[in-house]
């Protein structure tokens, strides 16, 4: 107790380098939760967009290989009706049950839209009965994607981007129209089926708008003359839960001829994975520059304190007090002016976070269909990561600092005449 | 000045012949003016898929109307090739669809384009040289579209010297790669100005890139006939 007496004292005495080193703590793990706030917001607005709005879900069920050959290969690599049953029964299993919110059967092709006098490829998306009525009153998505919301509007029939409409010069809110889709069955013959052009919809995709379209999942069929689906996409209530649902679905359908992946595998998620790894690079190397600054300044600051301080280093040894408790002496003026620094920048990171999201800047990520509002992640577990690995950090650093003057003996040490020996 | 002048008409008559060579083998292959119907059974191999189908041509000048014989799903099937435009109707669609270009290049849609394909009508020719196939004496013409809207930019044909029929095409691509081959047989015969002259009856079309995907038009009763031109009409096939 006397040691934090002693420590708070002299960080008192010593006002100059405590401010300039409780600065530097303080700017530098600020910039850290701030950077860290908002590479979580992006993670939740690319994971959500990925989950909810391009329904690929949490986790997706297909068959082995497909991956690689369903496009070369679609009457192999889809999932007969067999095989969909027999991931049904799967998938009634109770511990599976209670996990899963949804679960969607998808079936994707490429395609000619013919309508008001005009031709465009499309690419076909369907999904079960229900889709977009789930998805577009779902939590996730309105909390984290509002601005994207009003882009869609539930449909029975064809739904297509704002792009594509504008691209057959129709309205978005006129009357529907008749549309005719044309593409080869899976068995290789043209076919084309006729539906109306009732819904809008967005992939938050800049360079998908203007080919997505999406069609309920018996017409789909009907159109490739075929009953089978491409993918399982599996809605979970608990994102927290991927792993052990992951683990059951492997368990149960082992040696059956399917893969299971997580929306954050390159295999169903490219976009969210490659969007991610691109933000943690930048971010990695934002996060290096700071935590070196902040190293640096701690280092920097300790050192001059400690050089300065060389007489008392020696009185108190010759007091009687060994290397370690000296050491012990300084480090814990290091890990209080921390923790101050961490209280600080913790409102700070609060304040300065709150006042970004009421400002509700709209802004376009790079890759994206529509704006989204700027913000930044507000949360104690990513405040209390931080405070540990930068109170580890701190007490490493004076360890260090301390270490090289504790090898003086006592002479020398009373000796010096103040600094820089 | 006379000797130019000479050339310059020799030039316009090999120009002339050309032409009037590739208005008769055309002739052989459904280019007659007054009508001309019969039944193709294509069978196709795409991508490690076997398809066959039926249907029944009436074509004349520069339309054709295509209609399956199969039933089934395909039943009430429909390609009508209206000059350049080749439009696709079955009764699940309300109205017919135009076939894009990219259609075209595959499947049921490509051996239709290639097999309308009218040379005299949309190509120039030029005598490239004198080959023999399998015997026979050919002309080598290389025919370059009249206009961008042609499917193929370029194509390669040999037409028999005697007969005047075309043996062998090939589609090449704007870089002149080989995109496409077909091979013509003419085991079938019309009654044309009264007399009986050949008709295609075979055509193979191999795909150059993939050598496994191919498709075979057998053609059977072909006849010279009168054809309405309201069949021709786009608008009088709907549901």
Same mark, same amino acid.
């Given at each position: 107790m006397i040691f934090l007496k002693w420590a708070f004292l002299n960080l008192k005495r010593n006002k100059r380098l405590t401010l300039a080193t409780g600065f530097a703590l303080v700017f530098g793990f600020t910039g850290l939760l701030l950077l860290s706030g908002y590479i979580k917001v992006v993670d939740r607005f690319v994971s959500t967009q990925t989950i909810y709005l391009n329904m690929v879900g949490h986790i997706g069920i297909l068959k082995s290989g497909s991956v690689e050959d369903a496009y070369r290969n679609p009457e192999k690599y889809l999932l007969s009706s067999e095989e969909q049953k027999e991931i049904e029964q799967v998938l009634e299993i109770p511990f599976l049950k209670e996990n899963i919110e949804k679960v969607s059967k998808k079936l994707t092709a490429f395609a000619l839209l013919s309508a008001a006098e005009k031709n465009l490829p499309i690419y076909i998306e369907a999904y079960s009965e229900g889709m977009t009525a789930y998805i577009e009153n779902h939590p996730q998505l309105v909390k984290w994607l509002p601005t994207l919301l009003s882009k869609i509007k539930s449909s029975d029939g064809v739904s297509l981007t704002k792009e594509l409409y504008s691209m057959l010069g129709?309205?978005?809110?006129?009357q529907p129209i008749d549309v005719q889709v044309m593409t080869k069955t899976l068995d290789g013959y043209l076919n084309g089926v006729s539906d109306k052009l009732t819904g809008v919809h967005t992939t938050g995709l800049a360079f998908a708008e203007d080919v997505s379209a999406k069609m309920s999942l018996p017409k789909l069929q009907e159109l490739l003359a075929t009953? &089978?689906?491409g993918t399982f996409s599996i809605f979970l &209530?608990?994102?927290? &839960?991927i792993e052990e649902v992951i683990k059951q679905l492997k368990l149960s359908l082992k040696g059956k001829g399917f893969e299971i992946y997580s929306y954050?595998?390159?295999?169903?998620?490219a976009y969210y994975t490659g969007t991610m790894s691109f933000i943690n690079s930048i971010g990695f190397f934002f996060y290096s520059l700071i935590a070196l600054v902040s190293i640096f300044s701690i280092v920097n600051t300790l050192t001059m304190g400690i050089n300065e301080r060389t007489k008392e280093i020696g009185t108190l040894r010759s007091m009687g007090f060994n290397n370690y408790q000296i050491s012990n002496l300084f480090s814990l003026e290091v890990i209080m002016l921390t923790f101050f620094a961490i209280i600080i920048s913790s409102i700070l990171y609060y304040v300065l976070s709150s006042f970004i999201n009421s400002l509700k800047i709209p802004f376009e990520p790079a890759g994206s269909s529509g704006y989204v509002y700027f913000t930044i992640y507000i949360s104690n577990s990513i405040m209390l990561a931080h405070a540990c690995i930068i109170l580890f950090i701190s007490y490493l650093t004076s360890f260090i600092a301390c270490k090289k003057k504790l090898n003086f003996n006592i002479a020398e040490l009373l000796n010096e005449q103040g600094v820089y020996k | 000045m006379k000797i130019l002048l000479f050339l310059f008409l020799a030039l316009q008559v090999k120009a002339q012949n050309l032409q009037e060579l590739l208005k008769v083998s055309d002739r052989a292959r459904g280019g007659v003016a007054q009508g001309v119907s019969w039944n193709v059974k294509i069978k196709s191999w795409e991508n490690e898929l076997q398809t066959e189908r039926n249907f029944q041509v009436k074509a004349k000048d520069v339309n054709a109307y295509v209609e399956t014989s199969?039933? @089934?799903? +395909?039943?009430g099937e429909i390609y009508l090739f209206n000059d350049r435009t080749i439009w696709f109707f079955k009764p699940s669609l309300k109205k017919p669809v135009s076939i894009s270009a990219r259609e075209r290049l595959s499947g049921q849609a490509a051996n239709g384009d290639i097999a309308s394909t009218n040379y005299a009508r949309d190509y120039i020719p030029k005598l490239l040289k004198k080959e023999s196939i399998n015997g026979q004496n050919t002309f080598v013409l290389l025919l370059k579209a009249?206009?961008?809207?042609?499917?193929?930019?370029?194509i390669k044909y040999w037409i028999s010297e005697?007969?005047?029929? @075309?043996?062998k095409a090939e589609f090449l691509t704007?870089?002149?790669?080989? +995109?496409k081959t077909a091979i013509f047989k003419y085991s079938n015969s019309i009654k044309f100005n009264g007399k009986q002259i050949p008709f295609v009856s075979e055509m193979i079309i191999q795909d150059a890139i993939q050598d496994s995907n191919k498709s075979i038009l057998y053609y059977d009763k072909p006849v010279v006939e009168k054809i309405s031109d309201n069949i021709f009409n786009i608008n009088n096939i709907s549901r």
């Open positions: 129709h309205d978005v809110n006129a009953d &089978k689906i &209530k608990d994102e927290t &839960k954050n595998s390159d295999e169903i998620g | 199969d039933i @089934g799903r +395909f039943k009249k206009n961008k809207t042609m499917t193929y930019d370029q005697k007969e005047k029929l @075309g043996i704007l870089s002149g790669k080989v +995109f």
